[in-house]
């Protein structure tokens, strides 16, 4: 991935003029990342509930909607951790 951003010693992020469009561009791109992310983990939970209440708890959709739930739970994790 090309980076648009440049870390000063203070900690403090600059992007140059010419990549200025891109980095808005990239950013919104991942701040909607991010709430996709979000509404995902908030349904998956009513999904997961439906099945229960279907007794499908042994089935592959089931299965794969937990293992979402947790890959989503430790994306999000791992933005907190970065400041995101």
Do not use: H, W
């Amino acid at each position: 991935m090309q980076r648009f951003t440049s870390k000063s010693s203070d900690g403090q992020y600059s992007v140059d003029g010419e990549n200025l469009e891109a980095a808005i561009q990239r950013l919104g791109r991942l701040e909607d990342a991010y709430t996709d992310l979000l509404i995902s983990q908030k349904q998956i939970p009513t999904d997961l509930e439906k099945l229960r209440q279907q007794g499908k708890q042994k089935t592959v959709q089931y299965k794969e909607l937990l293992i979402r739930k947790l890959n989503n739970q430790n994306i999000l994790m791992f933005l907190i951790e970065c400041g995101l």
